[in-house]
Structure formats: C-alpha cells, structure tokens
C-alpha cells in the first residue's frame, strides 16, 4: 500500500516532487501500472493515449475540511447514451466541507451520495429487466442479479459515463462496475456467472 495524498505521510509529500502521475490498469491488462515522480509525470493534452483517444483533463480541487484528499468537479452521469437526472447541486463541495467527489484508489467499493446512488441503480434495474435485483447480503452489496440471462433474453449491460468540469469524460467499462460472484468466465463484455453484483453502495452518513 502506498499513500499518494496530499497529507504529510504520503510518499509523494515525503519525496517532494513537484508532481506526479500514475495510471492503474484493468488487472485483465497485459500493460503493467505505472507510476512517475517529477519531469516524468507528463500530461500533454496533444498526445494520445494507449485507448488512441486524445488525453483528457479536469482540475482537481482543494476541500480545507478535508486537505489531504484529491477532489474534483463531477457534473453528471450516464449510463449507456442516457444522461441520468441528478440535480448538479448533489455532486458540490458544502459550505461546511461535506459533499463533493473525491479519489480514493485505495478501495474497489465506490459510495454515491442517496439521490446519486439512487438515480444510477434506478438505470441499472431498468436496462437489466427482466432480471429480478436482489441483495446480496453474504457479501454486502445491494444490487445483485442473476447471472446469466435466461436463452431467450439478450441483455447489454451498459458502460458509465462520468462528466468532469472542463469536458472530460470518463468511460467506466462494465468490469469496473460489476461484481462476478459464483463460478466465472470473463471476456470483455461478456460474464458467465451465478450472481452480478454492482460495487457501487450509497453513502454512509
């Protein structure tokens, strides 16, 4: 484990680079994770990335309750081609420093706020009939289905989309949001298992 924060303990504070970049790649990747300090830490909006698409960026912002975290400016969500109607006000950093969206690469849950949490797992069921959701409460995850669909049901489980200030997206494909529980074979975007779970759960208040 290693801390990247912006606390006092963290490598990165403790090395004093004047920045630094890193990329954690599917563990289904034959590319290995990289991790670069300094005059190595290049992101030039020209380049491409491995993807071939063009290298995106958004600003990250600094909460003064909570300094030590990296917080950014998310405004929307999408899954498949539909932009999910959450109030913009849901996704901003409160007077008090409660609120907002912050990385935390140290964990594989991802926690939404209720009203966000709510209108993506809305979606999810939705695309997903006929499938009956249903808790998971061996493992503790809310959204779970079973997995696969009958013969007679072709099912597209749909990628999500986050929407970042200054117009960078970032497409999250279905393997980062799932959870394959059971006996699995995996393939890009194709699962064969007894249970899919979603690893998003609502915020713990």
Known sequence: M???????????????????????TSFLSPEPSRLNFGVFARLNGTNASSSGLPVQSTPLVVNAALPSLYFMSLKGISLGQKRLPIDPLVFAINDDGTGGVFIDSGTSLTWLQQDMYDAVRRELVSVLRPLPPANDTEIGLETCFPWPPPPTVTMTVPDMELHFDGGANMLHPILSLLFCRGSTTVSQYHVSTYDLCSILLPQIL
Do not use: E, H, K
């Open 2 to 24: 290693v801390g990247l924060g912006r606390g006092p303990l963290s490598l990165v504070s403790q090395l004093g680079p004047s920045r630094f970049s890193y990329c954690l």
